[in-house]
């Protein structure tokens, strides 16, 4: 599975595992709920903010389905490398 490492601002760490356009999925250590805003930071310090549309338990981890917020051109090319890279 591929995915770009964040640390979340609210605590914890999510893995970033699916980027399709402003869609995306995280695998994460902390519940957000459905509207909320969720931020963190890539390892390079570019931060990520999500709006969560939904929040479910996996295991002993949450899959977290939003969609990116303020995301520059800069930002998506560089998940999108971090995941392309982790294949």
Not at 6 to 29: C, F, I, N, S, W
Not at 60 to 85: K, M, P, W
């Amino acid at each position: 599975m591929s995915v770009a490492h964040l640390r979340l601002q609210k605590g914890g760490e999510a893995d970033l595992v699916v980027l399709d356009a402003d869609r995306v999925t995280l695998r994460a250590t902390v519940a957000s709920a459905p509207g909320s805003p969720l931020a963190g930071t890539l390892e390079s310090e570019s931060p990520v903010r999500v709006k969560v549309h939904r929040c479910r338990r996996d295991g002993d981890r949450f899959v977290i389905e939003g969609r990116l917020v303020d995301a520059t051109r800069s930002l998506r090319e560089e998940l999108a490398t971090l995941l392309a890279g982790a294949k």
